[in-house]
């Protein structure tokens, strides 16, 4: 397969999360004969005057990753978003990170999608719909869409799932007040599988799911503009840093290219990254956000993953142990 891809250049430590990206994306391209054309976006800042490449980007490029925080912001300000989808995990061998008890936490795994312009029209609402159904027939089949009572603009949700989900009979589908969604998020958040929420009450929903994890450099994103996808960690990094350390956590951004892959159907290549992922955690080959004490720098776990890809660590060859991940599939 070829695709074009398109990375924001980024300095300090989001250029140093970029170089693992990069690693992976060529890892997974050597293993399984695919060809990836990665073109860098140049800039020094992101402002206003990179608008143009962004959006000009879109003719000739499949996805766009971005690591740093002002890409970020730079992206939800002025692109028309239609939504960001988050997975949110609480890993097992990172559940000492988390501020809930372990009956509590454990188990959490859910996939939350955020309504970016409440003004979308049908087909849009449809497009979002379809996508999570699309999402929760290959999770837990059950969606949970949030609504405002006092927000007309949440009112559509009901009826446009009601006609997306003709053709999606498994799936559980319930509509919740936004204030119980919030209840629920803090006392039993693992039963949330796939949500689907306006702009408001799904950033803090999400604020509330990333806490508990404990370990929010480790969450994924995209955000789905009208013609390409943006992929990125669900928190960037600073890219104004003059020197970066070698010490920011780059898995969320690898999960990132995880998510990339199953939107370009790869979905072998996709398990494999997250497997990766999950032997890292295992072997407790962390960044200091993780732990303070025994941790691993940016590269290093960046040549972790991608070793792990190609199947060069003993022990480990291309698709050995893929059962690793089963349990935490994003």
Request: without cysteine.
């Given at each position: 397969?070829?695709?074009?891809?398109?990375?924001?250049?980024?300095?300090?430590?989001?250029?140093?999360?970029?170089?693992?990206?990069?690693?992976?994306?060529?890892?997974?391209?050597?293993?399984?004969?695919?060809?990836?054309?990665?073109?860098?976006?140049?800039?020094?800042?992101?402002?206003?005057?990179?608008?143009?490449?962004?959006?000009?980007?879109?003719?000739?490029?499949?996805?766009?990753?971005?690591?740093?925080?002002?890409?970020?912001?730079?992206?939800?300000?002025?692109?028309?978003?239609?939504?960001?989808?988050?997975?949110?995990?609480?890993?097992?061998?990172?559940?000492?990170?988390?501020?809930?008890?372990?009956?509590?936490?454990?188990?959490?795994?859910?996939?939350?999608?955020?309504?970016?312009?409440?003004?979308?029209?049908?087909?849009?609402?449809?497009?979002?719909?379809?996508?999570?159904?699309?999402?929760?027939?290959?999770?837990?089949?059950?969606?949970?869409?949030?609504?405002?009572?006092?927000?007309?603009?949440e009112q559509p949700w009901p009826a446009i799932f009601e006609k997306a989900g003709t053709a999606f009979k498994e799936i559980s589908i319930e509509t919740i007040p936004v204030q119980e969604a919030w209840d629920r998020m803090l006392q039993q958040p693992a039963g949330f599988d796939t949500l689907v929420a306006g702009a408001a009450a799904g950033g803090y929903l999400f604020s509330q799911a990333a806490a508990i994890t404990g370990a929010r450099f480790m969450i994924p994103s995209v955000r789905v503009a009208d013609t390409i996808p943006f992929f990125g960690p669900a928190f960037g990094f600073d890219h104004q840093q003059a020197s970066a350390r070698n010490q920011s956590n780059p898995v969320g951004a690898i999960l990132s290219v995880a998510m990339m892959m199953d939107y370009f159907n790869l979905h072998e290549e996709a398990l494999i990254i997250r497997t990766a992922v999950s032997w890292t955690l295992l072997h407790g080959f962390v960044s200091k956000d993780i732990d303070s004490v025994n941790n691993y720098s940016t590269g290093t776990i960046g040549d972790l993953i991608s070793d792990f890809i190609r199947g060069t660590i003993p022990g480990f060859a291309k698709g050995e142990n893929m059962a690793l991940q089963k349990s935490t599939i994003i």
């Open positions: 397969m070829k695709k074009n891809i398109a990375i924001i250049e980024e300095a300090g430590a989001a250029g140093e999360v970029n170089a693992q990206v990069e690693k992976v994306i060529r890892a997974v391209a050597e293993q399984y004969d695919h060809y990836f054309d990665i073109a860098p976006i140049s800039h020094e800042t992101v402002n206003q005057e990179l608008s143009a490449p962004l959006q000009q980007s879109a003719s000739w490029h499949d996805a766009v990753l971005f690591s740093s925080i002002a890409s970020q912001h730079f992206i939800d300000e002025i692109l028309p978003l239609l939504v960001i989808v988050q997975p949110v995990t609480v890993y097992p061998s990172l559940q000492h990170l988390s501020p809930l008890k372990p009956k509590y936490s454990e188990g959490l795994n859910l996939l939350l999608y955020q309504q970016q312009d409440p003004g979308a029209d049908e087909n849009d609402r449809l497009r979002i719909a379809q996508s999570a159904l699309q999402q929760a027939i290959n999770r837990r089949k059950k969606i949970t869409v949030i609504v405002h009572p006092q927000d007309h603009t």
